[in-house]
């Protein structure tokens, strides 16, 4: 259920497969993992125009507000587990390993 004072004419969270989606370079070349483990958050790509920040609901707005004004797409912000954002985090920064 939405919060009270929501918005009834804003658009709802995307729905997006965190196991499947593809994580934004550009958030990846901006932030280290060490920031966003520390605070919570990773970003996808949703299409050539948009990325979806998927924060934790205890993720500061302020680091997601200074963030998102450094990113080259437009941001939406949706709220998952802690255990989906740390999932998502890690996968997006894991290095190959050489063969």
């Given amino acids: 259920m939405p919060p009270a004072d929501a918005d009834p004419n804003s658009p709802p969270d995307p729905v997006v497969d965190l196991e499947a989606a593809i994580p934004s ?4 070349g901006l932030v280290t993992f060490e920031f966003a483990w ?10 050539d125009a948009h990325d979806l920040i998927v924060a934790t609901e205890d993720t500061p ?11 080259p797409r437009e941001c939406q912000l949706t709220h998952a587990s802690d ?9 997006a920064y894991e290095k190959p390993r050489p063969t």
Wanted: glycine content about 0%; charged content about 30%.
């Fill in 83 to 91: 255990e989906a954002v740390c999932r998502l985090i890690a996968r």
């Fill in 38 to 47: 520390r605070h919570r958050f990773c970003a996808v790509t949703v299409d």
């Fill in 25 to 28: 370079r550009d958030f990846l």
């Fill in 61 to 71: 707005p302020s680091v997601i507000a200074r963030i998102c004004e450094r990113l």
